[in-house]
């Protein structure tokens, strides 16, 4: 039993020695040589992560325990009263810290939150209000020059407004036009997202015809617009009664021939934060005209109908009323999948 012990142990010892030399590798960028030595450290013992955490912990608090005990003895020497006081204190105020916080380093820590704010920027807004730590690397100016490179070279435009407007995919090149204030450029260049689906919920009073009756009877119809967006310039529209617990999580647009009435479109996006969607038949062509403006402070979250129309063969443009309509609004979905890559208008 004992000789068990001892080989298990030893094992466990061979596995954090292995975590411990991918962490170094990792912290120099060797990301490569890290991932095989997590491996390795994973393979001989699975629970290797969870063992090296509790010995950071022992780690921990073994230091705070040493530096409380100077930190004592100093106060003794000069008020061995007030020294009992401060323990006292101490001992009531104690809260235990987040490990892995307290390893993680400042860039690595930047590059989670800058996910985290693509993502669900609601989370990191709420993330980083945990400490005074996150709270200061949260809205880092890196974090919002990493946002702008993630979400800028992946906008659809048409090659009209990308010479017009100078676009080019190098965001350090579209920066200067905000002298260089990536927060700035993320706050006043529009831009759609793709991790979730625009959703409208259009409710009114319709009154039926008096036919055998005095009142005309009236009922409330409510359907709902869905509207996703895609980075190679294709879009994604259904317009239905079903709830969105239904058709969220199959409003794919490989979905489309299965999804009654849905339909398949293209888009672009202006830099005003005109959205335009197109779609042709062999009589017609449909264009939709939104606009996407900020809700709150939640950034360009919700798009606001233009107009909608036709252009027939002649050219001659049609307008639909559009009055009973509400405008969108963006509801993140983790499990979407987004493939990059760019088709311009």
Not at 28 to 34: E, I, K, P, S, V
Not at 52 to 66: F, N, V
Not at 169 to 190: A, C, G, I, T, Y
Not at 231 to 242: I, M, N, Q, S
């Amino acid at each position: 039993m004992t000789k068990e012990i001892n080989d298990e142990v030893a094992v466990q010892d061979k596995a954090i020695n292995l975590y411990k030399q991918g962490e170094q590798k990792e912290l120099t960028g060797l990301m490569r040589d890290a991932i095989i030595l997590y491996r390795s450290a994973i393979k001989l013992y699975p629970g290797v992560e969870k063992l090296y955490r509790k010995q950071l912990s022992e780690q921990y608090a073994k230091e705070k325990e040493e530096s409380t005990v100077d930190e004592l003895t100093r106060m003794k020497l000069s008020s061995e009263s007030d020294a009992d006081a401060e323990v006292e204190d101490d001992n009531a105020t104690a809260v235990d810290p987040c490990w892995l916080l307290e390893i993680l380093p400042d860039d690595i820590l930047i590059e989670i939150i800058t996910i985290l704010a693509y993502i669900d920027p609601r989370a990191h807004v709420s993330f980083s209000t945990t400490c005074q730590r996150i709270s200061r690397v949260s809205f880092d100016p890196t974090i919002y020059k990493h946002l702008c490179k993630q979400i800028y070279p992946h906008q659809v435009y048409s090659q009209v407004t990308r010479d017009l407007n100078n676009i080019s995919d190098d965001q350090e090149e579209m920066v200067k036009s905000w002298d260089f204030n990536w927060k700035e450029m993320l706050h006043d260049r529009p831009f759609v997202k793709y991790h979730g689906v625009y959703i409208s919920k259009v409710s009114y009073i319709s009154e039926g015809e008096r036919e055998y009756t005095f009142y005309a009877p009236v009922k409330l119809v409510t359907y709902f617009r869905y509207l996703r967006f895609y980075p190679d310039g294709t879009a994604f529209k259904l317009t239905t009664t079903d709830e969105p617990a239904i058709i969220v999580p199959i409003f794919h647009k490989e979905n489309h021939e299965s999804i009654k009435n849905s339909l398949l479109t293209k888009w672009h996006i202006e830099m005003d934060g005109q959205v335009i969607m197109t779609r042709k038949t062999s009589d017609f062509e449909f264009v939709e005209e939104l606009k996407v403006v900020h809700l709150g402070d939640r950034k360009y979250h919700r798009l606001l109908w233009v107009n909608s129309g036709t252009i027939d063969k002649d050219g001659e443009r049609s307008y639909f009323n559009m009055k009973k309509e509400k405008p969108f609004n963006f509801s993140g979905v983790k499990r979407y999948e987004v493939h990059y890559g760019r088709t311009d208008a």
